[in-house]
C-alpha cells in the first residue's frame, strides 16, 4: 500500500509535504507532526466515510477542511498540522492528502538517514530471517533500514524485495514466468 501511494504521490502533493516539512522543522515540531501525519493516515485509510469524504468531488471544499479541521482538533494533533488539513481541503487537494503523507514521510527518512524496504515472501517469515535480511540490506545501502514484511501465497517461494523504486524479484513465480517466456521465444 505504501509503494502505491507513494507511486501516486502528484507533484502537489509533494509541494504540499515539502511545505510542512520545512515548517514544522523549523518550528521544532518535526516528530510530533510525523506521527501525527502518520497516525491520521492510517485512520483515514481505515475508515471508508472519511475515506470518501476526502476523494469525493461532490463534497464542498469548505465543508471537508471544516470536518478535517474539527476532527484534528478533536484528535488534539498539533496546530501546524490542524492547519495545514484545513489548507490542503480549501484549496482543493484533500485528495492528496494520502500522497502528501507519503512524501512528508520521504522527507522524514531521508532527513534521519533511513530507508525502507518491503519484502514480500509466500510465507510468514521468522524474527530470526527478519533481523538477518534487515541486516544485509543495512549494510547494502549503508543506512538504518525500516523493514515491513508482507505475505503473497501466490510468490509459491522465494522473495521480491523493495527499496524505494528498485525491485528485486527473486519469487519462484517470477522465475517461472521467465521461464515461460524464454520457452515460448524458442
Known amino acids: 500500500m505504501e509503494a502505491l501511494a507513494q507511486a501516486l504521490t502528484s507533484e502537489a502533493a509533494r509541494r504540499y509535504a515539502s511545505a510542512l516539512f520545512d515548517l ?4 521544532g515540531q518535526l516528530s510530533a507532526v510525523q506521527s501525527a501525519f502518520a497516525g491520521f493516515a492510517k485512520t483515514v ?9 476526502i476523494a469525493s468531488p461532490l463534497f464542498k471544499r469548505e465543508d471537508k477542511a471544516a470536518t478535517l479541521t474539527k476532527l484534528a482538533e478533536k484528535a488534539d494533533l498539533p496546530a501546524l498540522l490542524v492547519k495545514f488539513l484545513g489548507t ?3 484549496n482543493g487537494r484533500a ?6 503523507q ?5 522527507l522524514y527518512d531521508k532527513q534521519r538517514g533511513v530507508e525502507r524496504a518491503v519484502v514480500r ?4 517469515m521468522t524474527p530470526a ?6 541486516g544485509i540490506i543495512a549494510k547494502s545501502v549503508g543506512g538504518e533500514v525500516e523493514l515491513t514484511t508482507e505475505v503473497d501465497a501466490d510468490l509459491i517461494g522465494g522473495v521480491q524485495l523493495r527499496i524505494g523504486s528498485k525491485l528485486v524479484d527473486a519469487s519462484l513465480k517470477a522465475k517461472l514466468e521467465r521461464m515461460n517466456t524464454a520457452m515460448k521465444g524458442a
Not at 24 to 27: I, L
Not at 95 to 100: Q, R, V
Not at 102 to 106: G, H, K, R, V, W
Not at 121 to 124: D, H, N, R, V
Open 45 to 53: 485509510a481505515g475508515n471508508d466515510d472519511l475515506s470518501s469524504l
Open 102 to 106: 507519503a512524501a512528508f514521510e520521504t
Open 88 to 90: 490542503m481541503a480549501l
Open 129 to 134: 530471517q527478519r533481523e538477518r535480511l534487515s
Open 24 to 27: 514544522a522543522q523549523s518550528g
Open 121 to 124: 515472501t509466500a510465507k510468514e
Open 95 to 100: 485528495a492528496d492528502l494520502p500522497a502528501a
